[in-house]
């Protein structure tokens, strides 16, 4: 395919669009509350109606406000409805042009959809994730062809470099670095791996990504392999994600027919393919160097680092390792250059972020907002705040390996250096909120009884490390822990730190240590008085030569 | 490439370019405490007690896995560090049951003499005592998992030096346990040549030899170094 072939295709598929259409949510929450059937009912109801020529259903990614699903859209009306059941089809179809279908209307124009900007959501929703014409029409793949047709690989770098995008998997290292270092390493050959292994508690932004828009991942990472001189390519996908996983089976084979990817693809003397490698289930998996160790079939154990894997990656290749959601970035940064995505965020943290708002809020859903936003218009505006009243109390953010941040700091800036100084980090993306009732030596606990059972047992720290921690913070909810037990549990932390092998167990210790921060009298009001608990040692008293 | 000069402990020594910290410690004389590292095996970084600190940089790093650099200045036995490796012996020490009185391995374990050498004689950890299986099924060894750390070196040997690679891992964190084949009796093994490297290269009594007394357990850790110089360098050095 070249680029005439790619504009026909999308003015083919724009010409054959339905003046009216209506969007139906078929991510996994709307699905999981029978998404499908209103689905099936929605084009029964169109075609009893004889609009079949009129009005075109379509089945399509996460629409974002998740609780309130199943989720119908209409266009050109902005409805957008609520809760529907698979009853509601009927009503929906009758309200077209008329007014909606009052009972099940939500508000499109809330602050929740207002107050969010999108970048990487913005096929969300619109396109099919299972017709790669949809997405071809919304101007994908214009921004590979561009790439190949007139950029030179060290532009490419130098454009992502220059746009301040940062790695969206959690530490934000700079990506224009690292797609650097992996352009320069030699090597005989070289990969890209998107890194879908998502596993935070509460995050699901990479699973709505891929179940929404898998077109946008497969061409960040076309533009990435080009741009280090990659010929192959793994994305590794939890095996818990079984629609993403079809999903991007379906992409890759449409991309793959279309020319875009495999061998000479778009027509250029470049190949790339792509394979999908799904996770068995390990946590730590998503830790790069585990991460290449599954891929190669190994057992998904860490590695000390250096070598990294832009130096030594896949088989020893360099290995250009990304978040699904930092390749999502790309195509646009190629279309509307890296001047204009610069201009967006603050001046260390460029772009946008997709979070999860999840736990004791009135909106749950994805959202997606420059970075440098108040945490508080996240929460409490797009999120809506606790329902019925209640107060925020702290948000979590970065999963197992984030941190606490209370309510007195809800006006912080969410950007990567700002998160860090208050002892959490930006991560992947997800967002727990917590109100007044919540106990936050159980909320550091849970993380730690997460990190403990995750664990894959290489090193000592983190493996019998995380055990003695959640016994310790088990011992403090049960108020048996002495003011001792504290003071070991705060040196074990240290120890757990400073002294594991990867990212896993180096992070374990953030959520206790977060807590201790800000909630330290919720720790100290348990202990009771008491001596030192030391146990004896089983070594015999001899003396050895 | 030529060779690097660093400075350990604040002596200068010299270190092949292949050389890790600790093998140029090694070379000169300087002691850094380890439980998985074995000469002849590749390196795991997994026991942790290596870790060293190097110049200002606050992020330790083990030195079983980090290359030497010119101009490196390595503290190997700063309180920070003695402190941790404290810990990590505690950690272990709690974590299965280590007995040492009844141990066959008493007087002869890597671990039991590096609690004498850091000093740990207390464990202010909860013991986790977890029953453990002890498996005898093999005709001429044991594998006791009540004392196993986790070490791999068994693993290793097996893999490396006897290419046979019975052994290995199973579960994970802290339910991890080693395996031979796929989670059989050891005796039931049609992998195993009955070559014990593994039990030479074992730190603990979590492998043993039947039949032998406890005074009789001695391990010839050297042995696997042995082969693996008489297999590449074609040298018979004892």
Avoid at chain 1, 95 to 111: I, Q, V
Avoid at chain 2, 202 to 229: H, I
Wanted: net charge neutral; hydrophobic share 40%; glycine share 10%.
């Amino acid at each position: 395919m070249d680029l005439q072939d790619l504009r026909e295709l999308a003015e083919k598929e724009r010409r054959s669009q339905a003046p009216r259409s209506i969007r139906c949510c078929v991510a996994a929450g709307c699905t999981s509350a029978n998404s499908m059937a209103v689905l099936d009912n929605l084009q029964q109801a169109v075609q009893d109606a004889g609009l079949k020529d009129k009005v075109h259903v379509s089945p399509v990614g996460c629409l974002r406000l998740c609780c309130e699903g199943p989720l119908v859209a209409t266009d050109p009306d902005g409805h957008l409805y609520h809760k529907v059941a698979p009853g509601d089809a009927e009503a929906i179809v009758a309200g077209l042009g008329n007014g909606g279908f009052a009972a099940r209307r939500g508000d499109a124009a809330s602050p929740f959809f207002a107050l969010q900007a999108s970048v990487v959501l913005d096929n969300c929703g619109h396109v099919e994730p299972e017709r790669i014409e949809t997405y071809i029409a919304r101007d994908g793949y214009t921004a590979l062809f561009k790439v190949l047709r007139e950029m030179s690989p060290p532009q490419v770098v130098d454009e992502v470099t220059r746009s301040g995008l940062r790695g969206r998997g959690g530490a934000g290292y700079p990506t224009g670095v690292k797609w650097s270092m992996v352009a320069k390493n030699q090597g005989d050959r070289k990969f890209v791996v998107c890194n879908a292994d998502e596993g935070d508690p509460g995050a699901f932004m990479n699973r709505s990504l891929l179940e929404s828009d898998p077109h946008k991942v497969l061409e960040g990472m076309a533009i990435a392999a080009y741009a280090v001189g990659a010929s192959s390519g793994y994305i590794y996908v939890r095996g818990e994600y079984p629609l993403a996983i079809a999903r991007l089976k379906t992409a890759i084979k449409q991309a793959g027919r279309l020319g875009l990817l495999g061998t000479h693809r778009c027509n250029s003397p470049f190949d790339f393919r792509i394979d999908i490698r799904i996770g068995a289930g390990a946590f730590v998996c998503g830790e790069e160097t585990a991460l290449m160790a599954s891929i190669m079939g190994e057992r998904g154990l860490p590695t000390p680092r250096p070598p990294y894997p832009a130096e030594k990656g896949l088989w020893g290749c360099p290995t250009l390792i990304n978040n699904v959601e930092t390749f999502a970035n790309i195509p646009a940064i190629m279309r509307q250059g890296a001047d204009w995505f610069a201009g967006i965020g603050t001046d260390s943290s460029k772009g946008t972020k997709v979070f999860c708002v999840t736990g004791k809020v009135k909106n749950t859903g994805l959202v997606e907002v420059p970075l440098g936003t108040p945490l508080r218009t996240i929460v409490e505006d797009i999120g809506g705040g606790v329902p019925g009243n209640g107060r925020i109390k702290a948000v979590q953010t970065g999963g197992p390996s984030g941190g606490c941040i209370p309510a007195q700091h809800l006006d912080t800036s969410v950007d990567y250096e700002a998160l860090g100084q208050l002892g959490s980090i930006m991560g992947s993306g997800g967002m727990i909120v917590m109100d007044e009732g919540t106990d936050m030596v159980d909320v550091a606990r849970f993380f730690m009884t997460f990190c403990m059972d995750e664990s894959c047992g290489k090193c000592i720290p983190c493996r019998a490390g995380t055990v003695q921690l959640t016994h310790l913070l088990t011992r403090i909810i049960d108020k048996v822990a002495t003011p001792q037990d504290l003071e070991l549990l705060e040196s074990l932390c240290d120890m757990v730190k400073n002294a594991s092998l990867c990212g896993l167990g180096q992070t374990a210790p953030n959520p206790v240590l977060s807590t201790l921060r800000y909630f330290r009298d919720e720790y100290t009001s348990r202990l009771r008085a008491g001596g030192v608990v030391r146990r004896a040692l089983a070594l015999p008293l001899v003396s050895l030569s | 490439m030529a060779t690097q000069t660093l400075t350990i402990d604040g002596k200068l020594v010299t270190a092949r370019p292949e050389d890790t910290i600790l093998s140029a410690s090694k070379d000169a004389g300087i002691d850094i405490p380890t439980l998985c590292y074995l000469d002849g095996l590749s390196a795991h970084g997994g026991c942790r007690l290596c870790m060293v600190e190097v110049g200002s940089q606050n992020r330790l790093l083990p030195a079983c896995t980090t290359p030497v650099r010119e101009d490196m200045n390595v503290s190997t036995s700063t309180p920070r560090l003695v402190e941790y490796r404290r810990m990590i012996v505690a950690l272990l020490l709690a974590e299965r049951n280590h007995v040492c009185s009844v141990c066959v391995a008493n007087g002869h374990c890597e671990l039991q003499s590096m609690a004498y050498a850091l000093g740990v004689t207390h464990v202010r950890f909860e013991y986790l005592s977890p029953e453990l299986p002890v498996d005898v099924s093999h005709d001429r060894y044991g594998m006791d998992h009540n004392r196993c750390i986790l070490c791999t070196r068994c693993v290793r040997a097996c893999d490396q030096i006897e290419g046979a690679h019975t052994l290995d891992v199973m579960g994970r964190g802290v339910n991890s346990r080693i395996v031979a084949d796929m989670n059989q009796p050891w005796g039931d093994s049609v992998t195993c040549t009955s070559c014990g490297k593994c039990v030479q290269a074992c730190p603990t009594g979590a492998l043993f030899r039947q039949g032998s007394t406890v005074a009789e357990m001695e391990k010839d850790r050297t042995m696997l170094q042995f082969l693996v110089t008489a297999r590449e360098k074609k040298q018979w050095l004892v």
